[in-house]
Each structure stands twice: as structure tokens, then as C-alpha cells.
């Protein structure tokens, strides 16, 4: 059982502001939102990165893109746009290391990103 922060919030040792469980996955609000709707979707299964992820790990991965957009439906965000976001490693800014989706919504983002 690992103790990184996610694997904590899934165990609930420390809460967080959940949006969406089921079996495999959990969706909760940013801690430090970057946009109005800033929603992390996260396999419960632990997985550091993209970088670790296995042939077998594809239909979470699908499962992960597809609660975003639903979550992006409801939070009535879908017409106007959001953004869809795995940052690997260093260079991207991972902090922590369990696989997560950024949902970021609810305004007008710019590209290139930072
Ligand atoms: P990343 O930089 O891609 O690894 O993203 C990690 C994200 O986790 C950051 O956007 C943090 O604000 C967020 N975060 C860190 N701790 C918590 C927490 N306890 N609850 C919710 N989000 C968190
Ligand atoms: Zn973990």
C-alpha cells in the first residue's frame, strides 16, 4: 500500500473535495486551482507517471479521459472548452508522483503554457 498523497486521499487520511468515485477511479477538486473548474481525476491503482504505464493500464487511461469530459459536461463547460492536462517529470512540473489528469475550465487559456 503506498502512502503517497493520492493514495492517502483515496484511503481517505486526508480529505479532500471529491467530485466523482467509482471502483477504479476518484475525481477531486484542485487544492491550489488554476482555473474555476480545476478538477484532478486519478486512478485508485497507483501508477507514477506516464512513463510507468503498462499495456494492461490503457482502458484506465481511457477511463480517466472520458470521467473528464463528463465532469467537464457537468460543470457546464463542455461547449465553451477546457483543457486536458499529464504533466511527466521534472520539466512538466510533476509534484506528485501518482498519475493524474488536470480538468482545467471555466475560462479562457492561453497557449503555448508556460
Ligand atoms: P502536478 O504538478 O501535475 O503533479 O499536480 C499536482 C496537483 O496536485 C497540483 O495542482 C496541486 O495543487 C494538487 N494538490 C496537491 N495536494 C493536494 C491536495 N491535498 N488536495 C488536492 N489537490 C492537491
Ligand atoms: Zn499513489
New binding site residues.
Given amino acids: 500500500m503506498s502512502d503517497c498523497?493520492f493514495c492517502r486521499?483515496i484511503r481517505r487520511d486526508?480529505p479532500?473535495s471529491i467530485v466523482y468515485e467509482d471502483d477504479r477511479l476518484l475525481a477531486?477538486?484542485?487544492?491550489?486551482p488554476?482555473a474555476p473548474t480545476h478538477v484532478?481525476i486519478i486512478p485508485k491503482q497507483h501508477i507514477e507517471s506516464l512513463n510507468a504505464l503498462a499495456p494492461g493500464e490503457d482502458a484506465i487511461v481511457g477511463e480517466m479521459v472520458r470521467r473528464a469530459a463528463a465532469i467537464a459536461n457537468t460543470r457546464g463547460i463542455a461547449e465553451s472548452g477546457y483543457r486536458t492536462v499529464f504533466?511527466t517529470n521534472r520539466d512538466a512540473?510533476?509534484?506528485?508522483f501518482h498519475v493524474?489528469l488536470?480538468l482545467l475550465g471555466g475560462r479562457s487559456l492561453t497557449w503555448p503554457p508556460g
Avoid: E, S, Y
Fill in positions: 498523497l486521499i486526508i479532500a477531486f477538486n484542485d487544492i491550489n488554476q484532478l504533466n512540473g510533476q509534484t506528485v493524474h488536470h
